[in-house]
């Protein structure tokens, strides 16, 4: 986004757009050198969508050349969330050391194939630059103690259960299940993550959800709801969108893919870890928000432990449930209480 100064502004805005870029450019170094682990000969892509302001990749490979990377950019054109790209992306991905998707790949057989083999990537759908610099504002280290700490609570309990004033009653068995969190760093080889930090979560035993979610933040497609979407799940699946037309919007998404496992719920669970993040428009940040519950929709073979196989997935998030790992309240009104 550009912003118009006039007359005795002039200066000063110069200098606050110029600082913004200054904190962008810090940001996308601390990605590139901390997060990715770039070295010097290493090839370095990013991949955007053409509905996306390319203004941040490049500054992303200007922060990779300036470390003696080779770095370029391919843009998919059209096209919906989690689509497969066309052959000459394919093949840019597969020649990739590291691979920065700033366009929605995350669930393909074309990321598949690329960490397979040996491509790092790391995901950030739509990043805008005000997130970007926010959000890697955090104290890092501080987020990641905490997120470790909500992480082994989740692989110890057996049950989840959320519930909220505006009519969220849920649980699902999580028993079993390797708990993860997205910690935004792929320093490994095919090793993939999401950026920015940090989100925990889980992936629950298959067929086992059963009551009521309001998601009453933010959806994926719409954005922050106006009126909370609320869906009915029954053995792991869900049986009935209501609440307006963003419950409509999120239905014909799920509908859109064409098979029953993508109404399939929750396919992962867990909190946002992240306390400069806001709710907003953007799912990116949205799923970040420290205390908000994301669940998704669907889809889920691609993370640790799921075994849901589906032509599609969505995400929807809670603001201000109260949850509870077997009898203990871990979240409060979304608040963490760890």
């Not at 059963?210 to 869906?231: F, H, M, S, T, W």
Request: hydrophobic share 40%; net charge neutral; proline share 4%.
């Amino acid at each position: 986004m550009y912003t118009w100064i006039r007359g005795s502004d002039t200066k000063k805005g110069v200098v606050l757009l110029q600082n913004r870029l200054d904190e962008a450019l810090e940001a996308c170094m601390n990605v590139v050198k901390d997060s990715f682990a770039l070295r010097k000969g290493e090839v370095f892509l990013t991949v955007v969508h053409s509905d996306h302001d390319g203004e941040i990749a490049e500054l992303f490979s200007a922060c990779a050349n300036s470390l003696g990377a080779s770095a370029s950019t391919v843009k998919i054109v059209g096209g919906g969330y989690n689509q497969e790209p066309d052959k000459a992306v394919i093949a840019a991905m597969g020649k990739a050391d590291v691979v920065l998707a700033l366009c929605p790949i995350g669930k393909t057989k074309a990321e598949a194939k690329a960490r397979q083999g040996g491509a790092r990537i790391l995901h950030a759908p739509f990043l805008k630059r005000d997130i970007l610099i926010r959000l890697m504002k955090a104290d890092v280290d501080s987020i990641m103690r905490k997120a470790k700490t909500f992480e082994e609570k989740l692989a110890a309990a057996k049950r989840f259960r959320m519930a909220s004033d505006i009519g969220t009653d849920f649980e699902v068995d999580i028993s079993g299940k390797r708990a993860f969190t997205n910690d935004g760093t792929a320093r490994e080889k095919g090793k993939g993550d999401i950026i920015p930090p940090a989100q925990v979560g889980i992936a629950p035993v298959k067929g086992t959800g059963n009551g009521v979610i309001v998601a009453d933040g933010c959806v994926r497609p719409g954005g922050v709801v106006a009126n909370p979407v609320v869906l009915e799940v029954k053995d792991g699946f869900i049986v009935r969108f209501s609440g307006g037309s963003e419950a409509k919007l999120v239905e014909n998404y799920v509908k859109s893919f064409g098979d029953k496992a993508t109404f399939a719920c929750p396919a992962h669970i867990g909190p946002g870890m992240n306390p400069k993040a806001i709710l907003s428009d953007s799912l990116l940040e949205a799923e970040r928000v420290e205390g908000h519950i994301t669940v998704g929709i669907g889809k889920n073979d691609d993370i640790i432990d799921g075994d849901i196989s589906a032509n599609g997935h969505t995400d929807v998030t809670l603001t201000t449930p109260d949850v509870f790992l077997d009898d203990e309240k871990v979240i409060e009104k979304g608040k963490l209480l760890i």
